[in-house]
């Protein structure tokens, strides 16, 4: 995920770095506290992708203005508490939501590790992983995690080791669960392609190889907890890729060519999101592009903290290794993820 950083003033090149302080024992709770509420989040999320038809509360037709307002929290919550009961009663339920949550949480834990690791080796001072829990209801159940990063980034090449970490690490965990799911899948029901409304999950290219691979038409597959947890990690870090501000792209983008090309990158990237959103509302009926590319407007203006050395070149080595992270976006970016018929 994105690893925000704070700016500093007064940094030299040539200051020596201090160690980097081991976490707070108090900190330590707060970040398990979050793990294992997001750990119970997205199991329920798990177990209600399972669920062929959700659980509906019966309530009165409101007779007022007041009560019409009222009445979306009000289903909302009683939608969530016959939610929560029906996954208790039905242990399968249960058992898919807890094989989605673990390989999700794999996925989001081996990104966040990736950042965290590199900043120990270049003793960047960082916290342990925030792990965010969705309410229910949630496609994921969760959005996200992110890590703090709280001394400033020595070098360029720092800089690039430590944005590069994470979604090479996550993207490592997610290719075999993404396998896994592939290899498993089940040929859809009949009722599955009735008329009506569907929402349909597209699938990246990794994805659409894998069933190549497999000889399985993906389209005519019914989704399981490991497919849906690797479609979710792997769209979760092309969109982290995007070379946009304080983003895993931004960062790398930042230290491949430094700060101008940075802000150019980021708007031409604002700018192909927009444009796609655009076109998923027109052609796969779905704005939830429109609600991305707003928060990458506001990830656009926020700036680009300095790194204390900024003439250090990359190498050939962390060259080929961006080519490697461009393959990966690749891999996994989706023009547009879902469509809705």
Same mark, same amino acid.
């Given at each position: 995920?994105?690893?925000?950083?704070?700016?500093?003033?007064?940094?030299?090149?040539?200051?020596?770095?201090?160690?980097?302080?081991?976490?707070?024992?108090?900190?330590?709770?707060?970040?398990?506290?979050?793990?294992?509420?997001?750990?119970?989040?997205?199991?329920?999320?798990?177990?209600?992708?399972?669920?062929?038809?959700?659980?509906?509360?019966?309530?009165?037709?409101?007779?007022?203005?007041? $009560?019409? *307002?009222?009445?979306?929290?009000?289903?909302?919550?009683?939608?969530?508490?016959?939610?929560?009961?029906?996954?208790?009663?039905?242990?399968?339920?249960?058992?898919?939501?807890?094989?989605?949550?673990?390989?999700?949480?794999?996925?989001?834990?081996?990104?966040?590790?990736?950042?965290?690791?590199?900043?120990?080796?270049?003793?960047? $001072?960082?916290?342990?992983?925030?792990?965010?829990?969705?309410?229910?209801?949630?496609?994921?159940?969760?959005?996200?995690?992110?890590?703090?990063?709280?001394?400033?980034?020595?070098?360029?090449?720092?800089?690039?080791?430590?944005?590069?970490?994470?979604?090479?690490?996550?993207?490592?965990?997610?290719?075999?669960?993404?396998?896994?799911?592939?290899?498993?899948?089940?040929?859809?029901?009949?009722?599955?392609? $009735?008329?009506?409304?569907?929402?349909?999950?597209?699938?990246?290219?990794?994805?659409?190889?894998?069933?190549?691979?497999?000889?399985? $038409?993906?389209?005519?597959?019914?989704?399981?907890?490991?497919?849906?947890?690797?479609?979710?990690?792997?769209?979760?870090?092309?969109?982290?890729?995007?070379? *946009?501000?304080?983003?895993?792209?931004?960062?790398?983008?930042?230290?491949?060519?430094?700060?101008?090309?940075?802000?150019?990158?980021?708007?031409?990237?604002?700018?192909?999101?927009?444009?796609?959103?655009?076109?998923?509302?027109?052609?796969?009926?779905?704005?939830?592009?429109?609600?991305?590319?707003?928060?990458?407007?506001?990830?656009?203006?926020?700036?680009?903290?300095?790194?204390?050395?900024?003439?250090?070149?990359?190498?050939?080595?962390?060259?080929?290794?961006?080519?490697?992270?461009?393959?990966?976006?690749?891999?996994?970016?989706?023009?547009?993820?879902?469509?809705?018929?």
């Amino acid at each position: 995920m994105a690893t925000p950083f704070h700016n500093g003033n007064g940094f030299s090149p040539h200051r020596r770095l201090p160690e980097a302080a081991p976490p707070h024992a108090r900190r330590f709770w707060l970040h398990a506290l979050l793990f294992v509420v997001t750990a119970a989040s997205m199991t329920l999320a798990g177990a209600t992708l399972a669920i062929e038809t959700l659980p509906e509360p019966a309530l009165p037709e409101p007779s007022s203005l007041l $009560e019409a *307002v009222l009445s979306f929290p009000i289903y909302y919550l009683a939608s969530s508490w016959l939610l929560v009961n029906y996954v208790i009663a039905h242990p399968a339920l249960l058992s898919q939501g807890a094989m989605f949550a673990g390989s999700l949480l794999a996925i989001l834990s081996a990104h966040e590790a990736g950042h965290y690791f590199a900043c120990h080796l270049y003793r960047v $001072e960082a916290s342990l992983p925030y792990f965010i829990p969705a309410p229910p209801l949630f496609l994921a159940g969760t959005f996200g995690a992110f890590i703090r990063i709280r001394s400033p980034i020595p070098s360029r090449r720092a800089l690039f080791d430590i944005a590069v970490a994470g979604p090479l690490a996550g993207f490592a965990v997610a290719v075999p669960i993404a396998m896994a799911g592939v290899a498993i899948a089940q040929p859809a029901l009949s009722r599955d392609f $009735e008329p009506g409304t569907m929402i349909m999950l597209n699938d990246p290219l990794l994805m659409r190889a894998f069933g190549y691979l497999f000889g399985v $038409e993906l389209i005519h597959t019914q989704a399981n907890p490991l497919y849906f947890a690797a479609w979710i990690g792997l769209l979760v870090t092309s969109l982290n890729l995007l070379p *946009v501000g304080q983003l895993d792209g931004g960062h790398i983008v930042y230290a491949l060519f430094g700060r101008r090309a940075h802000a150019l990158f980021g708007k031409m990237a604002f700018g192909t999101v927009l444009l796609l959103a655009l076109l998923g509302w027109e052609w796969h009926g779905t704005p939830s592009g429109l609600v991305y590319a707003l928060l990458l407007l506001i990830i656009l203006r926020l700036p680009h903290p300095p790194v204390m050395q900024e003439d250090d070149a990359l190498g050939t080595t962390r060259t080929l290794l961006a080519w490697l992270t461009l393959a990966v976006f690749i891999l996994c970016f989706l023009p547009f993820p879902i469509s809705i018929r």
